[in-house]
């Protein structure tokens, strides 16, 4: 046996590479890594793919000797990185762009490296402290108070699923209720809200969709009156969704008004503040978002408005003591996790026991660049919108969308008298953009039009990203003219 043990540590010992090994494989991992940032000033936004080339990587060897350092880098440089669309990019003005903060990244390394237990307090307390203190921070920024909490999760649709099983909890629902249970949303409320009703086991309870005025933003007096009538009609009003910038449109909500219905009603009232939220750093933000702090809970994306890597949104409750009544647990082996902290950890009040230490990722950038930077950045985006809004409207045969709230602008090219013919163009439009990639826009619908959106929410885009847009705008939509 001592033989064997022996060969095996000999064997095993290989998964702690040596100084010398570890820094060949850092050396790599950080050239690779600068020449990555360096070169996105003129990278592409989008890079077309054929599957066949993607499909490739599936059958990458997985083999029992392992190969070297270098070789396993080329094949994420030269495979895995490059197809599709460049997050990285500030020239990608599609869906919500994230950030990509390069100090972030550090604190992701640092946080592997140490791989402090982020769920317990009794295990890792400075992780757990971190994270509590970005929470504490949140709250701050919300005007929140002392009795909220909440905790870094995955993303937008992981922290809302975890709010909506809150509000159930708090609201007493159980089984027999669901069909009767009335939560009220608009049509720009993000398909995540309807997906965690359904994982949350209540598909079944009433969707009110209320309606939006000109500007997709929901109509108060509409949302009374739909909870007045199930109130007579018998049904249990139960939770309204309000958008703090919805993802298509950028609407925001007026979420004061509708605080005053919710407390009026006895209904919880939460806000999806994923895209929108850090515009509360800015003052028309602050102004715009007036309310937030009446929610009951209230989910924002660090990885949007904050720019940090994909992988971090954030849940804040302002009675923590209800998440932690919907994640309550007994556990012999946990017992001697049970310290008085003075905070929640974690495993408390989410889903998730081992977790990713987040807090470092997003500690790092505010402890490093402070609040102005990041501020700067947010009004700048603002800004942006706003400018690029007012130079497409001086553009021919150019029609834009409702004026932008946040930072999504919208618009379409309508060159032709019949509206079908122009959907057409736009599409081929769009088809020649992706080809070309330096710019990325997506796509969506105004009652039943094809419209381009352009959302500004990269820490990377500034003036002359927002001008390349428009002169490859002009470029391509000449180009296509010419080729019919
Ligand atoms: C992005 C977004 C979500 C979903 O968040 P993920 O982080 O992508 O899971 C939910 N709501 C809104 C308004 C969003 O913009």
Same mark, same amino acid.
């Given at each position: 046996m001592e033989n064997r043990l022996v060969q095996l540590e000999k064997l095993s010992r290989q998964l702690e590479p040596l100084r010398d090994e570890r820094e060949l494989l850092q050396k790599l991992a950080v050239q690779y890594s600068n020449q990555f940032l360096d070169e996105q000033q003129d990278a592409p936004a989008y890079t077309p793919f054929t599957k066949n080339v993607v499909n490739t990587l599936l059958e990458d060897p997985i083999t029992e000797a392992g190969v070297l350092p270098g070789e396993a880098l080329k094949i994420f440089g030269?495979?895995?990185?490059?197809? =599709?669309?460049?997050?990285?990019? =500030?020239?990608? &003005? =599609?869906y919500i762009p994230g950030g990509g903060l390069s100090v972030a990244a550090i604190g992701d390394y640092l946080a592997a490296v140490t791989n402090r237990y982020a769920g317990v307090y009794s295990s890792s307390p400075g992780a757990v402290a971190l994270e509590t203190r970005m929470i504490y921070w949140l709250a701050e920024l919300f005007g929140y108070p002392e009795t909220s909490g909440g905790y870094l999760a995955s993303g937008g649709s992981h922290a809302n699923l975890t709010a909506i099983v809150a509000a159930r909890d708090s609201k007493k629902l159980k089984a027999a209720d669901f069909s009767k249970a009335v939560v009220y949303i608009t049509a720009q409320t993000h398909h995540c809200v309807a997906r965690a009703l359904n994982i949350a086991g209540m598909s079944e309870c009433v969707h009110r969709y209320i309606p939006m005025d000109d500007q997709f933003r929901m109509v108060p007096e509409k949302l009374d009156e739909a909870i007045s009538e199930d109130l007579n009609g018998g049904l249990i009003p139960w939770l309204i969704v309000a958008s703090a910038g919805s993802t298509d449109a950028g609407a925001v909500d007026p979420l004061a008004d509708i605080a005053v219905i919710a407390r009026k009603h006895g209904l919880w009232f939460h806000v999806? #503040? #994923?895209?929108? =939220? &850090?515009?509360?750093?800015t003052e028309k933000g602050k102004r715009m978002l007036k309310g937030i702090e009446e929610s009951d809970s209230l989910v924002v994306d660090p990885h949007k408005g904050l720019f940090l890597p994909y992988g971090t949104g954030a849940l804040l409750v302002k009675e923590a003591k209800k998440i932690a009544f919907s994640h309550r647990f007994e556990a012999s082996y946990m017992n001697d996790t049970k310290v008085d902290s003075g905070m929640y950890s974690p495993a408390e009040i989410s889903p998730e026991l081992s977790k990713h230490f987040r807090a470092v990722r997003m500690w790092l950038p505010l402890k490093i660049h402070g609040i102005t930077a990041l501020r700067a950045a947010l009004e700048e985006k603002l800004l942006l919108a706003k400018y690029l809004s007012e130079k497409l409207e001086e553009m021919d045969q150019i029609e834009t969308g409702p004026a932008p709230q946040l930072s999504v602008v919208m618009f379409r090219w309508t060159p032709d008298p019949d509206e079908i013919v122009n959907d057409e163009l736009n599409r081929s439009l769009h088809k020649l953009l992706l080809e070309d990639g330096r710019i990325f826009l997506s796509t969506t619908q105004i009652g039943g039009r094809f419209f381009f959106r352009a959302a500004i929410l990269s820490a990377r885009t500034h003036l002359s990203e927002v001008d390349t847009l428009l002169s490859v705008l002009r470029e391509k939509k000449e180009e296509l003219l010419k080729s019919l």
């Open positions: 030269d495979q895995v990185v490059p197809p =599709g669309l460049n997050l990285t990019s =500030g020239r990608h &003005f =599609g999806d #503040a #994923a895209y929108g =939220g &850090f515009f509360m750093l």
